[in-house]
């Protein structure tokens, strides 16, 4: 699995709306046959920092998005937005998804 986690900070006036600008971005990528997820999330520190965590079966499903319209679209569309260089970390891990965690279950 090829696991993508991407930090975004936003330029102020476009963070409450960040969400409506990557979403035709998310639509299409978590339709991908290869996506395995595509989640965003907001910082409880920084209204103005979004986090991407995002996954692929394969290298080849990551290809293929990294190839595709909306990928490039979706390029576009956060250029516009973002007030710094996004921060990656892209790695090949074990397994198709996420796991259990060992130490914590739901109390009765």
């Known amino acids: 699995m090829i696991f993508i986690a991407v930090r975004f900070t936003v330029r102020p006036e476009f963070s409450d709306r960040w969400l409506d600008i990557v979403d035709d971005f998310t639509q299409a990528t978590r339709a991908e046959p290869g996506n395995l997820f595509f ?21 080849d499903a990551g290809a293929v998005h990294v190839a595709s319209d909306h990928f490039r679209a979706g390029l576009e569309a ?28 739901p109390t009765q």
């Open 39 to 59: 989640d965003w999330s907001r910082s409880v520190d920084d209204p103005h920092r979004f986090t991407l965590l995002e996954a692929f079966a394969d290298a």
């Open 78 to 105: 956060m250029s516009g937005a973002v007030a710094t260089t996004p921060e990656i970390i892209n790695v090949e891990v074990p397994g198709q998804g996420w796991d259990e965690m060992a130490e914590i279950r």
